[in-house]
């Protein structure tokens, strides 16, 4: 176990609906990030948050809207999908932001239909 | 803004070879590399990673090196066995920069 931990592991939802993938770390760490990551696609940086306050938003489209109540936590609210936002989505945190070893959880597979 | 480009796509070796993955970034400016392995139904996780001081480092079976002229670096895995079939991510990124990815490889070691 890496000391992150997202939930659900896999998500199916249709366009109208409207859920939430949550994510948890034990390490006493001050950045955390979602990452997006598409088959035979780079890993694409979605939000950053420092200490609490979101320091990148990567002209994300706002179905996509994340929050981070606390240093441990992390949630990214979806609502109204595409088809084409089904992807592996991949939280992670950092002792600081930048240049320090990443720890990633396992992931959420996110299907739209 | 940085460009990390990885190759090969996928890697399929016999157990106990080497095997070898390169990639090249385009900002003179980053200084430091990470290697992240993903296996199957896992999240990426941290391997080995090199810094712009240094020209290479090893980690046992592992290891990386930098060639900051031509702006590359490489992951050399040696005597390798079944267990290291995964994805494997280059990355690169500059001070207070965030990490930009490669797209991946794909290595398959056969028994």
């Known amino acids: 176990e890496t000391g992150v931990t997202q939930t659900p592991r896999h998500l199916v939802m249709g366009m109208t609906n409207k859920k939430s993938l949550k994510c948890e770390q034990h390490l006493g760490h001050n950045a955390m990030y979602w990452y997006k990551q598409s088959a035979k696609k780079p890993l694409e940086l979605m939000f950053v948050y420092s200490l609490e306050e979101r320091v990148e938003n990567n002209s994300v489209p706002s179905r996509f809207s994340p929050e981070c109540p606390n240093s441990s936590h992390l949630f990214l609210h979806l609502h109204t999908l595409q088809p084409e936002d089904s992807a592996l989505y991949l939280c992670a945190s950092s002792q600081d932001y930048a240049l320090e070893e990443a720890f990633f959880g396992q992931g959420t597979r996110l299907t739209v239909v | ?111």
């Open chain 2, 1 to 111: 803004g940085e460009n990390v480009e990885q190759h090969p796509s996928t890697l399929s070796v016999q157990e106990g070879d080497s095997a070898v993955i390169k990639c090249t970034y385009s900002d003179s400016a980053s200084n430091y590399f990470p290697w992240y392995k993903q296996e199957l139904g896992k999240g990426p996780q941290l391997i080995i990673d090199i810094r712009s001081n240094v020209g290479e480092k090893k980690d046992q079976r592992i290891a990386v090196t930098l060639n900051k002229t031509a702006k590359h670096f490489s992951l050399h895995i040696t005597e390798t066995q079944p267990e290291d079939s995964a994805v494997y991510f280059c990355a690169a990124s500059k001070n207070t920069d965030k990490l930009i990815f490669g797209t991946g490889t794909r290595l398959q070691v056969f028994p």
